[in-house]
């Protein structure tokens, strides 16, 4: 029984490990300065690169939604079940909106991993693939025989991603974890929320998102190396340490200074006035003076040029010592006025101030659309469908959202049979067996079941 690494490497491997047939002759591969070409618009950056994201819900998934985005070749593998995020709440025609947005620019496989056929099936996938990410709890693939330094063995270049809640060393890391505990145990819940209230936790997955963005960092580190070196690497993500490392620098003031920062709604001891202020038709407008200087045109705007001028106004120990008397004069102010008042105001004197958005606010601003922040694409059932667009704007090699997260398994006989070499009979087997799910059906515009 012969395995295809890299390359067309001969890899033995224990007979049970025998799917499908070899792939068909080597990828063409960039090298990395190839890869991030700059010199043309047309090729997005990351063309030739492929990631197989058997991750599941957010903070995985994330990261090669951000890698697709522009332009990895992403292979989604899910347990024929399908990804737990298609349940989460906000469907349409039976269409899941969450899954449309982590979901899109990526071509969808089902395997169960757990079978051994499954696994196979992975690891010929993997041994053409640059990146692999995974959130199984720590231990789980190494049961299945599909550990970093099996994978490694098939693929030396490989960058296996390796996200879970506690990371995977340390006391913590066979405990199961999702962003929710990340959120509370690394300080973020504790400094969150009103002075006399509960620690608040938010309600969008923020640490799976921040965790996400860190990831992607991460793994684009991860390949730099391997096209230097040919070496690939594990890049171990916790999903509390992102999040941790952007909380600033309290674990420096706590080590030298012995400060536990307290809960103090929009407040903080280093930018003062700060805070979200309510207008006379009922809108919030957020406002930050980070610098007395900033502080000073906030504070002459609203007519107080005795705060302003007053002595202690350039320290922040001063500021902070009569931020009461500063947020008063600034609400009261704030309260007899309408919001485009209040904005027309302040942005005529240069001060920092926004309004307070809701996502229907959002939809409504110009200024998101013209950015591209929110993007329009075609959806098979849904029609046009508006979701976040890139995270950020590259002038010679933008990325581009293609497609919306696909059916699950859509994509099983394009992997399976055209990449895999897998013959109709053993994908009959595999999909009896229940190694390999059915693809399952979309709905129709004019069909919602």
């Not at 001969?10 to 792939?23: I, M, S």
């Not at 070409?37 to 690169?49: E, F, H, Q």
Request: aromatic share 8%; charged share 25%; proline share 7%.
């Amino acid at each position: 029984m012969r395995r295809y690494g890299r390359g067309g490497a001969d890899v033995t491997g224990p007979p049970r490990e025998r799917a499908c047939q070899p792939l068909p002759s080597p990828l063409s591969r960039l090298t990395f300065y190839q890869m991030f070409d700059t010199t043309s618009a047309s090729t997005p950056p990351l063309s030739g690169v492929r990631v197989v994201d058997a991750a599941t819900i957010y903070a995985g998934p994330m990261i090669a939604t951000l890698l697709g985005d522009f332009g990895a070749d992403v292979v989604k593998v899910e347990h024929p079940r399908g990804d737990g995020l298609r349940s989460w709440a906000w469907h349409k025609d039976g269409e899941s909106l969450w899954w449309a947005l982590v979901g899109r620019n990526k071509r969808a496989v089902t395997l169960a991993l757990s079978d051994p056929r499954g696994a196979a099936l992975l690891r010929r996938l993997l041994a053409e693939a640059d990146v692999f990410v995974e959130n199984f709890r720590p231990g789980t693939l190494e049961r299945w025989g599909l550990g970093p330094e099996e994978l490694l063995g098939v693929n030396p270049r490989l960058v296996v991603v390796r996200v879970s809640g506690f990371g995977q060393t340390g006391p913590y890391r066979s405990r199961p974890g999702f962003g929710t505990l990340a959120e509370a145990i690394c300080g973020f819940a504790d400094t969150n929320g009103a002075a006399d209230g509960p620690p608040v936790l938010p309600q969008w997955p923020l640490a799976d998102g921040v965790a996400a963005l860190a990831g992607a960092f991460a793994t684009m580190t991860a390949l730099r190396h391997a096209e230097r070196t040919g070496e690939g690497q594990v890049v171990d993500l916790s999903i509390y340490e992102p999040l941790f490392w952007i909380l600033g620098a309290q674990t420096t003031a706590y080590d030298q200074l012995g400060i536990v920062p307290k809960r103090q709604g929009s407040s903080t001891d280093f930018n003062v006035p700060r805070e979200c202020y309510r207008t006379r038709d009922g809108r919030w407008v957020a406002l930050s003076g980070a610098t007395a200087a900033t502080g000073r045109r906030i504070l002459r705007a609203v007519g107080r040029e005795d705060l302003a001028d007053a002595p202690w106004f350039d320290e922040i120990a001063g500021r902070v010592a009569h931020r009461d008397e500063i947020d008063k004069a600034i609400a009261s102010w704030v309260a007899e006025r309408d919001s485009d008042e209040v904005l027309a105001t302040f942005d005529a004197v240069g001060a920092t101030v926004g309004p307070v958005y809701s996502i229907a606010d959002i939809a409504a601003d110009p200024h998101f659309h013209e950015r591209g922040s929110i993007t329009t694409l075609e959806h098979p059932t849904l029609g046009p469908l508006k979701m976040q667009g890139l995270i950020a704007n590259l002038t010679r090699t933008p990325g581009r959202v293609r497609s919306a997260g696909p059916r699950l398994g859509e994509h099983n006989a394009e992997i399976l049979r055209d990449l895999l070499q897998c013959s109709p009979d053993e994908l009959a087997r595999l999909e009896a067996d229940g190694v390999v799910g059915p693809t399952a059906t979309r709905a129709t515009p004019d069909d919602p079941s």
